[in-house]
């Protein structure tokens, strides 16, 4: 059946979090009351990327994007758009600054992405199985059934030059290819799909807005490897990706795609979906395949690698959800096509969550080579509220800080290591002036301290020293040999612990104490914090040339700290203020100063 137009409203979490669900059933609703319901098709897609500008809807043929879309405007929307042919201007992307709205092409946030990871996100129905079938969709599990020997697919991937996009980067043709060599009875597949850094969401996106993809890939790996069993392990606190999961899993096996004799192959394979606690440590690979088989989540000495003993001591290729979400693309397209993009080091695209004090938060793909610079201002559209820029971490609790200095560094695995951070599984935080970058390795350190199995000494000793002396240093205790102590133990971590939890956890305080050693400095011989983020380091003062005694910044304290008279200066009893900030937030006249 032939639509008129068709209206893709994101599915994603983070829209959905701000009642994309009700808008897509107040869409559905009104087409119906207006009439028009058999001339529209209405699909929830999975995320469009721009999740600063969510929630988004994008109408079909005209590719209107609007953008911050309400429950209440979809009367407006069908009334305006599908029946009188006028787009809602105040709605669009562009409304101030064009009196047409702009092709999506010509956003500047999507000029220089290339998705392949995301190339149906925001494009079809996640749980409708013909919408990814109509996208090449299952075409490349067709070709490796009948057109391709193991040997082959194997070789497409070495072509193709694929490294693991869950941080490792080892060469993906490779792991493959020790699990096909190994005599075994039983072999597994495995998705890695426990996405646990702070601020990292690529995973989940994929998997809420093309689950088929990372299936396809899985069943292709099956007949690479020879294995008829697979396992998706995720967060039990993805429900929408779980869902979607299940949904195309139930799906695949109606049309033949998944399950015994697939397309009358002869050859089976099934996958079954194994939920975890949100154990961060189970992003390792080996805790996570302790934690299929139901023992506790702990990392294991390698050798042997899961690719020759994993799972049940079976052969184990074990890949994450970005890693999978590649495989179709390049069984169907050539090795040689992928291998084309990206740069020397590192070929194909990368997926980051770029969060943080950026102007254009969201979901981000782009070419390996693509610089930091690239991505934080032109993708990024710059550092939010016209602040300045002070570093980016990548790789999570794992990585480390970039500087301005090194904004120009290509995004690739090899470029990223030599100036001390880490390509990670693509969490990219971006931070600004007011950021203190002790405070921000604390933050870090913290979560794996929280989150360490407390298997290895290393990790779990020298994980809570290291977090106990930057306490010391953020409440004005430290002194300089604590910045020896804290080297020293990191060395020692990232040599002896087991997994690389521990061996990577003191990144962000290295490369801090690198890159800002004065405000290590600041904080234990000033006893101040430059950032004002240190509680125990500043103060509130009430500048008594600007108070006017208004009275407002009293009444809002929650412990009643400042006095004086009305129309007098005021003053902060520095022994009672918590340091809170409500004061500075209620002050008019700029009074209050943090020093």
Partial sequence: MAFRNYILVCGGT???????????????????????????????TGCFGFCEQGPIVKILPEDSFYVKV?????????????????????????????AKHAQVEDIKFYQKQFRIVLRNCGFI????????????????????????????????????????????????????????????????????ADEGDPGAYMDRSTLEGDPH?????????????????????????YPLAIHRLEVAMAQSKEL??????????????????RLGAGAFVCGEETALLQSIMGHRGMPVPRPPFPAVKGLWEKPTVINNVETWANIPVIIHKGGEWFSKIGDEDSHGTKVFALTGKICNSGLVEVPMGTTL??????????????????AVQTGGPSGGVITSENLDTPIDFGSLVKIGSMMGSGGMIVMDEDDCMVDVAKFYLNFTVDESCGKCMPCRIGGKTMLG????????????????????????????????????????????MKFFRDEYIAHIVDKKCPAGKCKKLISYVIDPAKCKGCTACARKCPVSCISGSLKQPHTIDQTKCIKCGTCIQTCKFGAISIQ
């Avoid at 610079?373 to 300045?388: F, L, N, P, Q």
Wanted: net charge negative; with cysteine; aromatic share 6%.
């Fill in 14 to 44: 983070a829209c959905e979090s701000s009642r994309s669900q009700q808008i897509f059933d107040n869409l559905k609703l009104e087409a119906e009351k207006q009439g028009v319901a058999d001339e529209v098709q209405i699909v929830q």
């Fill in 70 to 98: 309400a429950p209440e405007d979809a009367h407006e929307l069908i009334a305006e758009h599908i029946i009188k042919g006028r787009e809602v201007k105040r709605l669009l992307y562009d409304k101030e600054k064009a």
């Fill in 125 to 192: 129905d996640p749980e409708n199985i013909n919408e990814y079938i109509a996208r090449d969709g299952y075409a490349a599990l067709e070709k490796a059934l009948f057109e391709m020997t193991p040997e082959d697919i194997i070789e497409q991937l070495k072509i193709a030059g694929l490294r693991g996009r869950g941080g490792a980067g080892f060469p993906t043709w490779m792991k493959w290819n020790f699990s096909k060599n190994v005599e075994s009875d039983i072999k597994y597949v495995v998705c890695n």
């Fill in 213 to 237: 993809s990372v299936l396809e890939a899985m069943t292709i790996c099956g007949k690479a490897i020879g294995a008829h069993q697979g396992f998706i392990y995720i967060r039990a606190e």
């Fill in 256 to 273: 033949g795609l998944l399950g015994k004799d697939i397309l009358g192959s002869g050859f089976d394979f099934d996958i079954e979906i």
């Fill in 373 to 390: 610079r690239e991505i934080v201002y032109d993708i990024g559209g710059g550092i939010a509220h016209g602040k300045k820029f002070k």
């Fill in 469 to 512: 002396i930057l306490e010391k240093i953020t409440d004005g205790k430290g002194t300089m040999k604590d910045l020896d102590t804290l080297t020293e133990i990191a060395n020692t971590m990232r040599k002896a612990s087991l997994c690389a939890l521990g061996q990577t956890s003191p990144n962000p305080v290295m490369s801090t």
